[in-house]
């Protein structure tokens, strides 16, 4: 019995060990998978708060403290749908590339706006003044983090491609224009499209604030990677949107200044998790290393007892 007992307890063994590993690679990818749908810095702390919790919950439970893994657990719940509908905009467009099979879009890396350079902001500052002094309506949609899906947009536009500046701003939203009815998307140093109609809000809004407002509150509340500048037709106010909330009014200088501000903070971003091809690489060094090590063990254990 002993003998055959033996090699059914090592085949356990192994066994359990090999689901663990499977367990613990599982959990690594999908970590990894977030990262990457994040892809900022500044919230990588929170996967990491979550991340703290599930290993303290896992640990909890194997000693038998019911009660605190049990709390533990109903965390980590609330940690996820909380992180879930923060980034709710990110999550969507995975599920999105999920159910379209297009898997394989998750690791690639993502291609970034240029930085806006201090000329482009005084560009628009420019044009917004000019335009808020003349009384005439204007939207405009900034990149901040990434590029913008256009099927975000009910109506892309049309695509301009065009080097920014401010006269051809102020031409873009005269009355007389074609294209003035609707917003510009500002990509890095260019204007990429015209045009564009955005989704509207679904918030209840003061009375004072039109279309355009709610076009900016419900682009940035779909998409948080963006700005939106609003200039009112009938007041003449400057507005500025971001993650669905109004700042208003502003000044130019005011404007100005946020602006230089939020993308000073775009450039010091980093993404959090490198890119496939990195990853590969780390994870091809670090194997060699561990291989050459076990590798290593029983030569010099043999040595040992040949002395």
Not at 252 to 258: G, I, M, T, W
Not at 272 to 278: E, F, Q
């Amino acid at each position: 019995m002993s003998s055959s007992s033996g090699p059914l307890a090592d085949s356990d063994r192994v066994q359990s060990l090999l689901i663990h590993s499977v367990d613990i690679g599982l959990v690594l990818v999908l970590t990894y998978c977030v990262l990457l749908i994040v892809g900022e810095r500044r919230t990588l702390w929170m996967v990491r708060g979550l991340l703290v919790l599930m290993l303290t919950a896992v640990v909890s439970n194997r000693l038998g403290l019911m009660l605190l893994s049990f709390v533990l657990e109903k965390l980590v719940v609330g940690s996820a749908v909380a992180m879930a509908v923060i980034f709710q905009s990110e999550f969507r467009r995975f599920l999105e590339q999920l159910g379209q099979g297009k898997i394989t879009e998750l690791f690639q890396t993502q291609r970034r706006s240029p930085p806006k350079t201090d000329s482009a902001i005084d560009e628009i500052v420019d044009a917004v003044k000019e335009l808020s002094q003349n009384r005439i309506g204007a939207l405009m949609i900034m990149e901040t983090n990434g590029l913008i899906d256009e099927r975000d947009f009910s109506v892309p536009g049309v695509q301009l491609n065009a080097e920014l500046s401010k006269e051809l701003l102020q031409t873009i939203f005269q009355t007389t224009t074609l294209l003035h009815d609707g917003a510009v998307l500002i990509r890095g140093s260019r204007i990429a499209a015209a045009g564009v109609i955005l989704p509207l809000s679904d918030r209840t809004a003061s009375r004072q604030l039109g279309t355009r407002h709610r076009a900016a509150m419900g682009i940035t509340e779909r998409v948080a990677n963006c700005l939106c500048i609003v200039v009112s037709e009938e007041t003449g106010s400057i507005s500025l949107a971001e993650k669905g909330g109004l700042n208003r009014p502003l000044t130019s200088s005011k404007l100005k200044e946020l602006l230089e501000a939020r993308f000073s903070r775009t450039v010091d971003r980093e993404a959090v998790a490198p890119d496939l091809r990195t990853l590969g690489r780390q994870v091809k060094s670090k194997g060699r290393v561990l291989l050459s090590h076990f590798l290593r063990l029983p030569s010099s254990t043999s040595g040992k007892k040949k002395k």
